[in-house]
T-cell receptor, first 114, second 114 residues
């Protein structure tokens, strides 16, 4: 069963628009970790954020913000005032205790047009 | 720290040839992971090492694939004989602990088997 669902395959926006990426996860554990990674056209996987299940505070880092809602099992990511350099594939991932691997979603391709 | 170092960045080989991918994890990290990324299957875990010991290789596609970690600073993923369907990007990642601390990925090796 898919543990992480990123329903949006592709999103295209014009520069300076905000873009929100959805992530829905599935787990029976009360303790778990959620991640977002960015994969730019160059191909590397860049770590953006890790959030544990006990911390539901929203987080902001520059133009990036994350909204964690346990009630809906969602961990959404918003890019404010998008820029061309934000064009990339973004992956949401889940790590459960005792299960060492990261379970990745299928990814959302974001294209920011100038 | 130089991060997780993978080599080569690109590899083109003929079907039937042996391919060896290399990885140097971040110093001090005790967990190492090999992932494969394809369009069809996304990011999938092949094998996981903890303290140089293979813990789970259930993601290794078949006997043609093997991985070793002779010491804490080096790991290899070998494919023998290679087949065109092995063409993918192979990522190595390392972490401290079982993923709860976050994973750092290498730049990946893009393998093309012709």
């Amino acid at each position: 069963a898919q543990k992480v669902t990123q329903a949006q395959t592709e999103i295209s926006v014009v520069e300076k628009e905000d873009v929100t990426l959805d992530c829905v996860y599935e787990t029976r554990d009360t303790t778990y970790y959620l991640f977002w990674y960015k994969q730019p056209p160059s191909g590397e996987l860049v770590f953006l954020i890790r959030r544990n299940s006990f911390d539901e505070q929203n987080e902001i880092s520059g133009r990036y913000s994350w909204n964690f809602q346990k009630s809906t099992s969602s961990f959404n990511f918003t890019i404010t005032a998008s820029q061309v350099v934000d064009s990339a594939v973004y992956f949401c991932a889940l790590s459960e205790p005792g299960d060492y691997k990261l379970s990745f979603g299928a990814g959302t391709t974001v294209t920011v047009r100038a | 720290d130089a991060g997780v170092i993978q080599s080569p960045r690109h590899e083109v080989t003929e079907m039937g040839q042996e391919v060896t991918l290399r990885c140097k994890p971040i110093s001090g990290h005790n967990s190492l992971f090999w992932y494969r990324q394809t369009m069809m299957r996304g990011l999938e875990l092949l094998i996981y090492f903890n303290n140089n010991v293979p813990i789970d290789d259930s993601g290794m596609p078949e006997d043609r694939f093997s991985a070793k970690m002779p010491n804490a600073s080096f790991s290899t993923l070998k494919i023998q004989p290679s087949e065109p369907r092995d063409s993918a990007v192979y990522f190595c990642a390392s972490s401290l602990g079982q993923g709860a601390q976050g994973y750092t990925f290498g730049s990946g090796t893009r393998l093309t088997v012709v």
